[in-house]
């Protein structure tokens, strides 16, 4: 019924938390391979408020797929109180069961994705910045 409200305000957070963080972030140091003089390539960390981003843009983009499918279904109208399950106290408590289960859930696991994501990021991060570390230490 409103489950995708959970995402949304994680999203909210998560979004504000990103502008704050990037506005900390100084630029990241860039490391540049050349040969003969002529630059072939450069390597840079991702900035975390970047991979934040991510887990941003994730929880919004489900929570107004999420909302979209309750409209669809009724369960969200455009006049007050937007929530027809706000309507009536029986279910406003099946509202708010659901909202700390299936909603909380969904965040829970969106944010393990993130999170994965940034562990795989990191680990090529690392690959790449050694692997240009040894093509430039083998051109000297």
Known sequence: MACF??????????TIAAKAIEKKEKEQPELK??????????????????KLK????????????LMFEHIWHGEVVPFFPFLTAAGN????AEMLHEM????????LLVTAVW??????????EK??????????????
């Open 33 to 50: 391979i050349s040969f003969d003089g002529t630059t072939v390539e450069t390597v840079s960390k991702i900035p975390f408020s970047r």
């Open 127 to 140: 690959r790449a910045v050694k692997e240009a570390k040894k093509l430039a230490s083998s051109e000297n």
């Open 100 to 107: 700390a289960t299936v909603g909380v859930c969904m965040a």
């Open 89 to 92: 106290p029986e279910d406003a």
């Open 54 to 65: 991510w887990l941003s843009r994730m929880l919004w983009g489900g929570s107004v797929l």
């Open 5 to 14: 409200l959970v995402s949304a305000a994680e999203a909210v957070v998560t």
């Open 115 to 124: 999170l994965g994501m940034v562990i795989v990021s990191a680990a090529i």
